[in-house]
């Protein structure tokens, strides 16, 4: 059932007048920033996600970003299974308009944003439980990336917590990976309760 409420506008007083911009300026900013917390959608994704209930642990227990702290990449259990994931358990996925082996991302711009790449402290990422060839190449930021057989590889930033799978076949073009270099093509579980 939807209400209708219907009210008079006041009179508009010289105090009035001078609020308007900048209630106008608010509500803009509050648009503006909703569109980036992940409520959208849109192109490469973006879209809310739900905390997965599984831990996400990295199988050595590494705290590491890539930059000298631990491992690049571990793996950890996930409701796809055994996944990828960077130093710090977040879920790692590949992108399907890369090229693998062409030693570049095709992901720029908006799409960096929403899917930050993995970074490496060195040319030869420390890994532990992945199987697939590791590298690196240099990203779109001028760091180096770090590549699982031969393919770039980035986080989801709508992922809210280790182990969450929420980037699963966005658009059909980002995949989560398998300690083997593999692409998991298996559609990401539903989350809730089920009510």
Same mark, same amino acid.
């Given at each position: 059932?939807?209400?209708?409420?219907?009210?008079?506008?006041? *009179?508009?007083?010289?105090?009035? @007048?001078? =609020?308007? +911009? %900048? /209630?106008?300026?608010?509500? $803009?900013?509050?648009? !503006?920033? &909703?569109?980036?917390?992940?409520?959208?959608?849109?192109?490469?994704?973006?879209?809310?996600?739900?905390?997965?209930?599984?831990?996400?642990?990295?199988?050595?227990?590494?705290?590491?970003?890539?930059?000298?702290?631990?491992?690049?990449?571990?793996?950890?259990?996930?409701?796809?299974?055994?996944?990828?994931?960077?130093?710090?358990?977040?879920?790692?996925?590949?992108?399907?308009?890369?090229?693998?082996?062409?030693?570049?991302? *095709?992901?720029?711009?908006?799409? @960096?944003? =929403?899917? +930050? %790449? /993995?970074?490496?402290?060195? $040319?030869?990422?420390? !890994?532990? &439980?992945?199987?697939?060839?590791?590298?690196?190449?240099?990203?779109?930021?001028?760091?180096?990336?770090?590549?699982?057989?031969?393919?770039?590889?980035?986080?989801?930033?709508?992922?809210?917590?280790?182990?969450?799978?929420?980037?699963?076949?966005?658009?059909?073009?980002?995949?989560?990976?398998?300690?083997?270099?593999?692409?998991?093509?298996?559609?990401?579980?539903?989350?809730?309760?089920?009510?």
């Amino acid at each position: 059932m939807r209400r209708t409420l219907t009210t008079t506008a006041p *009179a508009r007083t010289a105090r009035t @007048a001078r =609020a308007a +911009p %900048a /209630v106008v300026l608010v509500a $803009a900013l509050v648009g !503006v920033l &909703g569109g980036c917390s992940g409520g959208g959608g849109g192109l490469y994704g973006g879209g809310g996600s739900s905390p997965s209930t599984d831990s996400g642990t990295t199988s050595d227990g590494a705290t590491g970003d890539g930059t000298g702290s631990g491992p690049a990449l571990g793996t950890a259990d996930s409701a796809l299974g055994t996944i990828v994931v960077d130093g710090q358990g977040m879920t790692v996925y590949y992108y399907d308009k890369d090229t693998k082996g062409s030693g570049t991302s *095709a992901c720029e711009g908006e799409c @960096a944003a =929403a899917w +930050p %790449a /993995v970074h490496a402290a060195s $040319a030869e990422p420390e !890994v532990e &439980g992945v199987t697939a060839e590791v590298g690196t190449i240099t990203g779109v930021d001028g760091e180096l990336q770090v590549t699982v057989d031969g393919r770039p590889v980035y986080t989801y930033a709508a992922d809210q917590a280790a182990g969450d799978v929420s980037g699963q076949g966005v658009n059909d073009v980002w995949w989560v990976v398998a300690p083997d270099g593999t692409e998991i093509m298996d559609a990401a579980p539903a989350t809730g309760s089920g009510y």
